[in-house]
């Protein structure tokens, strides 16, 4: 536990929790670097053997910033009533498949890009570092605040 600040607690999540929850979102958001300057745009994606897999299209902004550069990727959840939530990030090496096969594989996972893509290709992050945390409801929050918050986000095992 990191913190705790009268009806809220905020925790420091370990890496099995941030893996988890990790898998548990759909939309991300990856940040890179664009012509010497930090860009972070929004991606569908999946985990695939400790990878995090985007779908992109060739000659993307996305495409041309994963080859060899190190990424950062976040995923989030939120209760903005509850102002509860959680936050994972990962830190790796990008890299580019554009093959035919690695394509055709990547693609029974089924997860499609956000944004229509012409020529596809998928850009995997290698998952080397982990942080996450999470806001939740207090244990002696008032009863009127826990009833603004929802169940929290499940962890599959």
Same mark, same amino acid.
């Given at each position: 536990?990191?913190?705790?600040?009268?009806? $809220?607690?905020?925790?420091?999540? #370990?890496?099995?929790?941030?893996? +988890?929850?990790? +898998?548990?979102?759909?939309?991300? $958001?990856?940040?890179?670097?664009?012509?010497?300057?930090?860009?972070?745009?929004?991606?569908?994606?999946?985990? #695939?053997?400790g990878?995090?897999? %985007?779908?992109?299209q060739?000659?993307?902004?996305?495409?041309?910033?994963s080859?060899?550069?190190?990424?950062?990727?976040?995923?989030?959840?939120?209760?903005?009533?509850?102002?509860? &939530?959680?936050? %994972?990030?990962?830190?790796?090496?990008?890299?580019?498949?554009s093959?035919?096969?690695?394509?055709?594989?990547?693609?029974?996972?089924?997860?499609? +890009?956000?944004?229509?893509? &012409?020529?596809?290709?998928?850009?995997?992050?290698?998952?080397?570092? %982990?942080?996450? $945390?999470?806001?939740?409801?207090?244990?002696?929050?008032?009863?009127? %605040?826990? +009833?603004?918050?929802?169940?929290?986000?499940?962890?599959?095992?």
């Amino acid at each position: 536990m990191l913190t705790v600040q009268r009806d $809220r607690v905020l925790d420091v999540l #370990d890496d099995g929790e941030c893996r +988890a929850l990790l +898998a548990t979102a759909t939309i991300g $958001r990856i940040a890179f670097t664009e012509g010497a300057l930090p860009a972070i745009q929004p991606v569908s994606f999946t985990v #695939d053997r400790g990878e995090i897999v %985007v779908p992109t299209q060739q000659g993307s902004t996305v495409a041309a910033a994963s080859r060899g550069t190190v990424v950062a990727f976040e995923v989030d959840d939120y209760d903005v009533l509850g102002r509860t &939530g959680w936050h %994972v990030t990962v830190v790796g090496t990008s890299r580019l498949i554009s093959d035919p096969a690695g394509i055709g594989e990547l693609d029974l996972l089924g997860t499609r +890009a956000w944004a229509p893509a &012409g020529e596809r290709c998928y850009v995997a992050i290698g998952i080397r570092l %982990v942080h996450g $945390r999470r806001l939740r409801v207090a244990a002696g929050a008032p009863a009127a %605040v826990r +009833a603004l918050v929802p169940e929290p986000t499940p962890v599959p095992d």
